[in-house]
């Protein structure tokens, strides 16, 4: 797993490294600012409720300060609280509006926040939970913030996950899976959402060669609340709660071992628009390779288009 020590540091005072992080405040999010903010970014954290995020910020700046304690080459950055919901486009709308008019640049853009296996839900924008906030909110966000990437060759970073590979073959975004048992089904909506965020990196990274764009699988992180409605049902929860924890201690990830992969995409000088744009990497930082179905570029343009005209049918356009 690579080293966080190994990736540059930047003094705010000389060099203004901006970043800005979806679901910053848990999870391998809140690893993720905490060594964004130890080498030196102004991290945007958006998050829903404010009182979470601000709580988490303190956590990071204390534990950021007993972590440089005499360390000559950190100089810590800033964090700045920024409201978005997912689940509402307009919110997303109004995020991006806030840094466009804030900021002349955006090195980092890291679309980390997720939801998973959750029961069948439509948002008020018509979407299916886990495709708005897993895939099209982020794809939205990224478009509006496309100026600031570009103006300073900054990079995407897409959290996905290895199970995108449920998606055995290519399926329109279109189709809900709203069917019954929702464990099984909530999988396949999970899957979907995954792919596509792997293949709007494919897509982004052909369309504007100047940015460097990559996906991510951080590892099987189960310490994380993403399990927690499975956790909390009655009677099977328990059995659910056993497995997790089984499969967490043979094959898991702790949050911070999570968000190496995403820190390496995001900071590392060895990677490059011109060999790695468009990548995908796993637990540690390590080069993979995605499904066929997510690597296949006719099924990305073809999300892509359906991605386009829906926005556009809910006066999104992009």
């Not at 797993?1 to 705010?12: E, F, K, V």
């Not at 890291?110 to 029961?119: C, D, F, G, R, S």
């Not at 897993?134 to 100026?147: C, G, K, T």
């Not at 069917?179 to 909506?189: D, V």
Request: aromatic share 12%.
């Amino acid at each position: 797993m690579i080293d966080p020590d190994t990736l540059p540091y930047y003094n705010p005072a000389v060099e203004r490294k901006i970043a800005l992080i979806t679901g910053g405040n848990s999870g391998i999010g809140w690893y993720t600012v905490l060594h964004l903010y130890l080498h030196g970014f102004c991290v945007y954290v958006c998050g829903r409720n404010s009182a979470r995020v601000n709580k988490a910020m303190k956590g990071i700046i204390a534990e950021a300060r007993r972590r440089s304690a005499d360390d000559p080459k950190v100089f810590m950055g800033s964090l700045i609280y920024l409201h978005i919901d997912l689940a509402d486009l307009r919110s997303v709308e109004k995020a991006a509006q806030t840094v466009l008019k804030r900021e002349m640049k955006l090195d980092v853009l890291i679309n980390n926040a997720a939801v998973m296996a959750t029961p069948y839900q439509v948002t008020k924008d018509g979407f299916e939970i886990q495709l708005q906030a897993n895939y099209i909110a982020h794809f939205l966000l990224s478009m509006r913030l496309l100026p600031l990437l570009q103006s300073c060759h900054g990079r995407l970073i897409m959290l996905s996950s290895v199970g995108h590979n449920l998606e055995f073959i290519y399926w329109a975004l279109s189709q809900d899976w709203n069917y019954r048992p929702n464990c099984i089904f909530t999988w396949l909506r999970y899957a979907m959402a995954k792919t596509a965020s792997i293949q709007f990196v494919k897509m982004m990274a052909i369309k504007y060669p100047d940015l460097l764009c990559l996906s991510v699988h951080p590892g099987l992180v189960m310490n994380t609340n993403l399990f927690s409605y499975w956790t909390r049902l009655p009677i099977v929860g328990i059995f659910f709660w056993m497995l997790f924890q089984i499969v967490g201690f043979f094959f898991g990830v702790s949050n911070e071992e999570g968000c190496l992969a995403t820190l390496k995409c995001a900071l590392s000088p060895q990677l490059s628009r011109d060999k790695d744009n468009g990548k995908y990497f796993v637990t540690g930082g390590r080069e993979a390779k995605p499904s066929y179905i997510a690597n296949n570029l006719d099924d990305a343009a073809s999300t892509w288009i359906w991605t386009v005209h829906q926005l556009r049918d809910r006066g999104h356009n992009v």
